[in-house]
């Protein structure tokens, strides 16, 4: 007899269910653990979630490398995206099919949206718009899901839930969001591929929301669970990040102690416990002693090990020949497609971003000299989240197959030297050690080519040290120093050292994976990685054997073309668990590119790297200068096929480029508006725009008209539209007509891009906003009228005044997506900083609903505007409250239109960390008046802290009202250092 649960034909939740009801407790709580163990007496296999498949199959060996999701998002095509995504899951699937226990669940993608670009983890995520991300995002996710209704390709897993965005303190600071950001932006980013059934987990973030865990956000996890009601029943899996439920005792400290947390995490939601590597043992004993204490019931555990049933049955796991994915065996791994995928991703990532009549080269004979100067010119470097690449293109070998007749040199600036001990007198060569393999010693009396160091610059006092006879790096990881590296890699960069200046001229050198200073064993002349300062370091006497700079002047003075390809090693400064140290080209590259400017004027600047730069003038006179990310195995046949015109310019930036340092704003502080970061709020005006990108012709844009130009706001509610929908509802839609014209003489690839433009509205609105795009494709001389669509419900803004009937009792759906009644301006262009053509729209509607307080708490999160506050926890399990940190100033907290009719006195919820030094106090104005005098209204004292707890000893605090205002009016609340406030009632 078939059990139900191996039944293709049954509905997933019914095989689930019976499947559960098979299995004994023990057998369940197991279940919890990332890596559970088999059940043989019904044929389950052992299982694990999370294979790594960000741009291609990672840390499983031999993989297709697509380029990074931050290049593959400046295509804006979801055709494109879901051919990748389907051609990674074929890998995914190939790696299972040799090994069963690699996971069909991938963690990929991330959708954090791309808030500041000092982010170490840019290169992960796909747009600074938070819509955007999802659009991309959501179609990479989709090609891993696969097309067959039942049966999923892989589970794909959204990754970091939520508002991460740095890797300063990651684990233990707290992401401060307003309701607007919140909404607006971070929610955003999810609730497309959910909504859309594209992917069946979510990974939490390390960091905390608002003063509480992610981990144990359980009304987040609620939200997200209802965007999946219609797609996926409500079966969305939560797995945890790496590490981080022991993370809420040990490092947050926001439990006292594990089986508290885990009991707290289970409850809020999370399913899959990914803790202690694969020690079950821990999570086990955990949950088992929450369950034996009472924190936990059999139901809470059921919930969870249902949802991880449901994940596995999707992938097909039991459904035997059923699995229209089980004919894909190991060998469909680097197949032809994929190449060839991977080169048309690549090329299509390229971003043109200036050109004055340099490029495209060949023009108008093909060049007979090439220098490829700098250290990416013949070298291509892959990500943490990168798998080994079968081939590997770099930007030379593609120029010289590109133009076989031609001489291509390549020089990378970095200068070859050797360095001599000053107390073993002898010069650092690369000797073999037996096994130990090629290890460093002071042994040779000269400094002849085995002794000689290629030092590559990357920024920041960052060497690499290649021993040129070997081309591998000098690798510290193991104590002993060795020539083994073929790239710098792993958790820890173990390749990368830093110089230290004596001042006798002597060089010190740090092996910055450890933190410890060379020095040079007595007897054996081995250079190890133990000295604790410089002072105990070894000092060297380095030899310049050849001179980097000179390479490059020469190389680019005798050529025909001249590429200078710079950018960052995606392992240093700016990578997971690293911020940036600063947004700047590093000096080293820019003296790179000042040297072949100076003898080159037609130099070519081609930057790779993870994240935007801000390019100072030392850049200024580059007259063609493009942009890749790391693009994967073809790197080099991307750029070359836009560098010679094989293929046209297509890419368009999804993050923008700041002219200057401060522009993005606080790295930690998430407010947009506030800080007037991304495109949307950005009043700075940036090197390369949001959306930016050229084309090797000129498109001139001439005219935008909209069908109409007065449109009804639709009635308030919890959701954006996801980008790219346009409404069947045509009382919804607008529609705007962009005439174009190609003015030039070759193809034109053009992303014609729509934004809308809010005037002054009640709740001030973003400066712009993206409602829709078209590629299109005009011939030379071409004109086209293109049309674009979008639902005017995504104008709304978060207003937090808004009480939908029915809506969750919760601190997340305080207020709803209102589109405002006012003037708006639609405008078409290159770029949001590129919009040559508009018109103005008229939007209908009521006016801001009015909170009658005597009805209706204001809840204290739940403000219009404030300073000097953050949104904080209401406990450790739900709600939200707004707080003054301790040791600050006052903060103020703002409500518009409150009408307090009917109230004499106000009653405040107050708790404080600390004891007040002031009263909190009320005031008032009439409704709108911005200029008007604020007059007082009351004042309250706050309760003295008592307790470790004492911020969670909430307490009603009553304030007698001077006077009763008449009509509506705006509530300013001052509340002192330490003070958190929950509600104001009457």
Request: hydrophobic share 45%; charged share 20%; proline share 7%.
């Given at each position: 007899?078939?059990?139900?649960?191996?039944?293709?034909?049954?509905?997933?939740?019914?095989?689930?269910?019976?499947?559960?009801?098979?299995?004994?407790?023990?057998?369940?709580?197991?279940?919890?653990?990332?890596?559970?163990?088999?059940?043989?007496?019904?044929?389950?296999?052992?299982?694990?979630?999370?294979?790594?498949?960000?741009?291609?199959?990672?840390?499983?060996?031999?993989?297709?490398?697509?380029?990074?999701?931050?290049?593959?998002?400046?295509?804006?095509?979801?055709?494109?995206?879901?051919?990748?995504?389907?051609?990674?899951?074929?890998?995914?699937?190939?790696?299972?099919?040799?090994?069963?226990?690699?996971?069909?669940?991938?963690?990929?993608?991330?959708?954090?949206?791309?808030?500041?670009?000092?982010?170490?983890?840019?290169?992960?995520?796909?747009?600074?718009?938070?819509?955007?991300?999802?659009?991309?995002?959501?179609?990479?996710?989709?090609?891993?899901?696969?097309?067959?209704?039942?049966?999923?390709?892989?589970?794909?897993?959204?990754?970091?839930?939520?508002?991460?965005?740095?890797?300063?303190?990651?684990?233990?600071?707290?992401?401060?969001?307003?309701?607007?950001?919140?909404?607006?932006?971070?929610?955003?980013?999810?609730?497309?591929?959910?909504?859309?059934?594209?992917?069946?987990?979510?990974?939490?973030?390390?960091?905390?929301?608002?003063?509480?865990?992610?981990?144990?956000?359980?009304?987040?996890?609620?939200?997200?669970?209802?965007?999946?009601?219609?797609?996926?029943?409500?079966?969305?899996?939560?797995?945890?990040?790496?590490?981080?439920?022991?993370?809420?005792?040990?490092?947050?400290?926001?439990?006292?102690?594990?089986?508290?947390?885990?009991?707290?995490?289970?409850?809020?939601?999370?399913?899959?416990?990914?803790?202690?590597?694969?020690?079950?043992?821990?999570?086990?004993?955990?949950?088992?002693?929450?369950?034996?204490?009472?924190?936990?019931?059999?139901?809470?555990?059921?919930?969870?090990?249902?949802?991880?049933?449901?994940?596995?049955?999707?992938?097909?796991?039991?459904?035997?020949?059923?699995?229209?994915?089980?004919?894909?065996?190991?060998?469909?791994?680097?197949?032809?497609?994929?190449?060839?995928?991977?080169?048309?991703?690549?090329?299509?990532?390229?971003?043109?971003?200036?050109?004055?009549?340099?490029?495209?080269?060949?023009?108008?004979?093909?060049?007979?000299?090439?220098?490829?100067?700098?250290?990416?010119?013949?070298?291509?470097?892959?990500?943490?989240?990168?798998?080994?690449?079968?081939?590997?293109?770099?930007?030379?070998?593609?120029?010289?197959?590109?133009?076989?007749?031609?001489?291509?040199?390549?020089?990378?600036?970095?200068?070859?030297?050797?360095?001599?001990?000053?107390?073993?007198?002898?010069?650092?060569?690369?000797?073999?050690?037996?096994?130990?393999?090629?290890?460093?010693?002071?042994?040779?009396?000269?400094?002849?080519?085995?002794?000689?160091?290629?030092?590559?610059?990357?920024?920041?006092?960052?060497?690499?040290?290649?021993?040129?006879?070997?081309?591998?790096?000098?690798?510290?990881?193991?104590?002993?120093?060795?020539?083994?590296?073929?790239?710098?890699?792993?958790?820890v960069a173990q390749e990368s050292f830093r110089r230290h200046h004596h001042t006798d001229g002597t060089w010190s050198l740090q092996h910055v994976g450890s933190g410890r200073w060379l020095r040079v064993q007595h007897g054996s002349g081995l250079v190890v990685a133990e000295a604790h300062?410089?002072?105990?370091?070894?000092?060297?006497?380095?030899?310049?054997?050849?001179?980097?700079?000179?390479?490059?002047?020469?190389?680019?003075?005798?050529?025909?073309?001249?590429?200078?390809?710079?950018?960052?090693?995606?392992?240093?400064?700016?990578?997971?668990?690293?911020?940036?140290?600063h947004l700047r080209l590093p000096d080293a590259a820019v003296e790179v590119w000042r040297t072949a400017r100076e003898a080159h004027p037609d130099a070519v600047l081609a930057l790779v790297s993870s994240y935007p730069y801000v390019l100072g003038a030392e850049?200024?006179?580059?007259?063609?200068?493009?942009?890749?990310?790391?693009?994967?195995?073809?790197?080099?046949?991307?750029?070359?096929?836009?560098?010679?015109?094989?293929?046209?310019?297509?890419?368009?930036?999804?993050?923008?480029?700041?002219?200057?340092?401060?522009?993005?704003?606080?790295?930690?502080?998430?407010?947009?508006?506030?800080?007037?970061?991304?495109?949307?709020?950005?009043?700075?005006?940036?090197?390369?725009?949001?959306?930016?990108?050229?084309?090797?012709?000129?498109?001139?844009?001439?005219?935008?008209?909209?069908?109409?130009?007065?449109?009804?706001?639709?009635?308030?509610?919890?959701?954006?539209?996801?980008?790219?929908?346009?409404?069947?509802?045509?009382?919804?839609?607008?529609?705007?007509?962009?005439?174009?014209?190609?003015?030039?003489?070759?193809?034109?690839?053009?992303?014609?891009?729509?934004?809308?433009?809010?005037?002054?509205?009640?709740?001030?609105?973003?400066?712009?906003?993206?409602?829709?795009?078209?590629?299109?494709?005009?011939?030379?001389?071409?004109?086209?009228?293109?049309?674009?669509?979008?639902?005017?419900?995504?104008?709304?803004?978060?207003?937090?005044?808004?009480?939908?009937?029915?809506?969750?009792?919760?601190?997340?759906?305080?207020?709803?997506?209102?589109?405002?009644?006012?003037?708006?301006?639609?405008?078409?262009?290159?770029?949001?900083?590129?919009?040559?053509?508009?018109?103005?729209?008229?939007?209908?509607?009521?006016?801001?609903?009015?909170?009658?307080?005597?009805?209706?708490?204001?809840?204290?999160?739940?403000?219009?505007?404030?300073?000097?506050?953050?949104?904080?926890?209401?406990?450790?399990?739900?709600?939200?409250?707004?707080?003054?940190?301790?040791?600050?100033?006052?903060?103020?907290?703002?409500?518009?239109?409150?009408?307090?009719?009917?109230?004499?006195?106000?009653?405040?919820?107050?708790?404080?960390?600390?004891?007040?030094?002031?009263?909190?106090?009320?005031?008032?104005?009439?409704?709108?008046?911005?200029?008007?005098?604020?007059?007082?209204?009351?004042?309250?004292?706050?309760?003295?802290?008592?307790?470790?707890?004492?911020?969670?000893?909430?307490?009603?605090?009553?304030?007698?009202?001077?006077?009763?205002?008449?009509?509506?009016?705006?509530?300013?609340?001052?509340?002192?250092?330490?003070?958190?406030?929950?509600?104001?009632?009457?």
């Amino acid at each position: 007899m078939t059990h139900p649960f191996r039944d293709p034909t049954l509905p997933l939740h019914d095989r689930a269910r019976d499947l559960l009801g098979r299995l004994d407790p023990g057998e369940r709580v197991a279940m919890l653990h990332q890596v559970s163990p088999g059940v043989e007496r019904l044929g389950l296999a052992p299982f694990r979630t999370g294979t790594e498949g960000l741009h291609g199959v990672a840390w499983l060996g031999t993989a297709t490398v697509f380029p990074q999701p931050v290049g593959l998002a400046a295509t804006w095509d979801t055709a494109l995206l879901r051919r990748v995504g389907d051609a990674v899951a074929t890998e995914v699937r190939a790696k299972h099919a040799a090994d069963p226990t690699i996971s069909l669940n991938v963690w990929a993608p991330v959708v954090n949206p791309l808030r500041h670009p000092r982010w170490g983890r840019t290169e992960e995520g796909w747009s600074e718009d938070a819509h955007l991300t999802a659009y991309l995002g959501g179609a990479f996710a989709a090609g891993l899901r696969g097309d067959h209704p039942a049966v999923w390709k892989t589970v794909p897993t959204l990754k970091h839930f939520l508002a991460y965005g740095h890797e300063t303190d990651r684990a233990v600071t707290s992401s401060n969001l307003t309701l607007r950001t919140l909404h607006e932006h971070e929610l955003a980013a999810y609730r497309g591929p959910v909504e859309a059934g594209a992917v069946g987990a979510v990974m939490p973030a390390y960091n905390l929301v608002d003063g509480r865990p992610c981990h144990v956000s359980g009304e987040l996890f609620d939200e997200l669970r209802r965007w999946a009601d219609a797609s996926l029943d409500g079966s969305l899996a939560v797995v945890s990040d790496a590490a981080a439920p022991t993370n809420l005792v040990t490092g947050e400290r926001y439990f006292d102690d594990h089986v508290t947390s885990h009991a707290a995490a289970l409850r809020a939601g999370v399913d899959s416990f990914t803790d202690n590597d694969a020690d079950a043992g821990p999570t086990v004993a955990r949950i088992t002693a929450a369950l034996d204490r009472g924190l936990l019931t059999a139901e809470d555990v059921d919930r969870a090990v249902l949802r991880l049933l449901e994940l596995r049955l999707r992938t097909g796991e039991l459904d035997g020949d059923a699995d229209p994915y089980a004919r894909i065996g190991p060998d469909a791994l680097d197949l032809p497609a994929h190449r060839a995928l991977a080169r048309e991703a690549s090329s299509r990532a390229v971003v043109l971003l200036r050109n004055e009549g340099v490029l495209p080269l060949g023009r108008p004979a093909a060049p007979t000299r090439v220098a490829v100067v700098g250290p990416l010119a013949d070298r291509v470097l892959t990500d943490w989240y990168s798998g080994t690449p079968p081939h590997a293109v770099d930007v030379a070998a593609a120029l010289r197959e590109r133009w076989p007749g031609a001489e291509v040199t390549v020089a990378t600036g970095a200068d070859v030297v050797a360095l001599r001990s000053t107390t073993a007198h002898a010069y650092l060569t690369v000797t073999e050690d037996g096994d130990a393999g090629p290890v460093l010693a002071a042994s040779s009396p000269d400094a002849g080519p085995a002794t000689h160091l290629e030092v590559t610059d990357w920024g920041d006092g960052l060497l690499t040290l290649r021993a040129v006879a070997r081309d591998r790096l000098l690798t510290g990881a193991g104590w002993i120093v060795r020539a083994t590296a073929t790239r710098v890699g792993g958790w820890v960069a173990q390749e990368s050292f830093r110089r230290h200046h004596h001042t006798d001229g002597t060089w010190s050198l740090q092996h910055v994976g450890s933190g410890r200073w060379l020095r040079v064993q007595h007897g054996s002349g081995l250079v190890v990685a133990e000295a604790h300062s410089p002072a105990e370091a070894e000092r060297f006497t380095a030899r310049t054997v050849r001179s980097g700079h000179a390479d490059v002047a020469t190389a680019a003075a005798g050529a025909d073309a001249v590429v200078v390809v710079v950018g960052n090693d995606p392992h240093l400064a700016g990578r997971e668990t690293e911020d940036r140290p600063h947004l700047r080209l590093p000096d080293a590259a820019v003296e790179v590119w000042r040297t072949a400017r100076e003898a080159h004027p037609d130099a070519v600047l081609a930057l790779v790297s993870s994240y935007p730069y801000v390019l100072g003038a030392e850049t200024a006179d580059a007259r063609a200068v493009l942009w890749s990310c790391h693009g994967g195995q073809e790197l080099g046949h991307g750029i070359t096929d836009v560098l010679a015109g094989d293929v046209e310019p297509a890419g368009r930036l999804a993050q923008t480029w700041p002219a200057a340092e401060a522009d993005p704003g606080d790295l930690l502080d998430h407010d947009l508006a506030g800080q007037h970061a991304t495109y949307r709020f950005a009043d700075a005006e940036p090197a390369f725009a949001f959306g930016h990108g050229l084309t090797y012709t000129t498109v001139e844009y001439t005219d935008l008209v909209l069908e109409r130009s007065d449109v009804d706001a639709p009635a308030p509610t919890h959701a954006h539209p996801a980008y790219g929908d346009v409404p069947a509802a045509p009382a919804r839609s607008v529609r705007a007509r962009v005439s174009l014209r190609n003015t030039g003489a070759r193809p034109a690839h053009e992303l014609v891009q729509l934004y809308v433009l809010p005037g002054e509205l009640p709740v001030p609105g973003p400066r712009r906003l993206l409602v829709a795009h078209e590629r299109v494709v005009l011939e030379p001389g071409e004109a086209r009228e293109v049309t674009l669509a979008f639902d005017v419900a995504r104008l709304a803004v978060w207003d937090v005044a808004e009480l939908l009937p029915g809506a969750p009792a919760d601190w997340v759906h305080a207020g709803a997506l209102r589109v405002q009644p006012g003037s708006y301006t639609v405008a078409a262009g290159t770029s949001a900083a590129e919009l040559p053509v508009r018109a103005a729209l008229r939007v209908t509607g009521s006016a801001p609903r009015v909170r009658r307080i005597v009805d209706e708490p204001l809840q204290a999160h739940a403000f219009h505007a404030g300073t000097g506050v953050v949104v904080g926890d209401l406990s450790r399990e739900a709600g939200a409250c707004v707080e003054v940190p301790a040791g600050g100033s006052p903060g103020v907290v703002r409500y518009d239109g409150v009408d307090l009719d009917g109230c004499s006195t106000a009653r405040l919820r107050l708790a404080a960390t600390r004891t007040a030094a002031s009263p909190v106090r009320l005031d008032w104005r009439p409704a709108g008046e911005r200029h008007a005098p604020w007059l007082p209204l009351a004042t309250a004292v706050v309760p003295r802290p008592v307790g470790v707890d004492s911020r969670y000893r909430w307490q009603e605090a009553a304030a007698a009202l001077h006077e009763a205002p008449v009509g509506p009016v705006d509530v300013r609340v001052t509340l002192p250092p330490g003070a958190r406030l929950a509600a104001i009632s009457a």
